[in-house]
């Protein structure tokens, strides 16, 4: 039982290029969440999918796209990345009312 | 969403309880009390949740105050391991509730 999967680990990016974080679960859980976490700082909702086929903002959504693929999948998108969107994003998952979320390992993003 | 109010930093012996507060004070009736604790970088790793009754588990005790409006988190044996930050969030329990997370308490277990 993997639990949440995210790939990449690491990623370098150029400012404006492009690039998806992808996330799978396997415990069937319905919702689904994306975090950002600076240095020094607790970690910020972007976008969070309570159930399959639907997405919502969170604090910090600018500068950020996702697509619930299915139940299990759960993107993150950065169209233009910029130095600002140097993080690490974790991505986690809950299932039924009043049951704990589960995280991922993380990705760490530089953008240079 | 209710927000927490928790201390930036505690220490504690290593073999003592661990003892970490939190304030909610604008907790509402269906949001529940959770914590969860970041070791290094990693992934947060849930600890316990409850709403209105002390709740115990391996790893740790919540008590909830009667007023709901504060709760503290209890370490019975703290190790060196327990070293991490701790965040008390309050959530929904409705299916898809948010975890807002906080600044968080930086435990550090000393020998």
Request: charged share 20%.
């Amino acid at each position: 039982n993997a639990g949440v999967t995210q790939t990449p680990k690491f990623q370098v990016l150029k400012t404006g290029q492009s690039m998806t974080l992808q996330c799978a679960q396997d415990m069937n859980h319905n919702s689904m969440y994306w975090y950002r976490q600076d240095p020094g700082m607790g970690l910020r909702l972007i976008y969070y999918s309570a159930s399959e086929g639907t997405t919502d903002k969170g604090e910090v959504p600018n500068g950020y796209n996702v697509s619930r693929l299915n139940k299990r999948e759960f993107s993150l998108r950065l169209e233009s990345a910029a130095p600002s969107q140097t993080s690490v994003y974790f991505c986690a998952s809950s299932g039924h009312q009043n049951t704990e979320a589960f995280f991922g390992q993380g990705t760490r993003l530089t953008v240079v | 969403d209710a927000k927490t109010t928790q201390p930036p930093s505690m220490d504690c012996a290593e073999g003592r309880a661990a003892n970490l507060p939190c304030n909610h004070s604008t907790i509402s009736g269906n949001e529940y009390v959770y914590w969860y604790r970041q070791i290094h970088s990693q992934g947060p790793q849930y600890i316990i949740h409850g709403l209105k009754n002390n709740e115990t588990n391996e790893m740790a005790s919540l008590i909830i105050t009667e007023d709901r409006k504060s709760s503290t988190l209890i370490l019975p044996h703290a190790t060196l391991r327990d070293t991490a930050v701790y965040y008390c969030i309050v959530r929904t329990g409705k299916e898809g509730g948010k975890l807002i997370f906080g600044q968080g308490t930086e435990l550090s277990v000393k020998p």
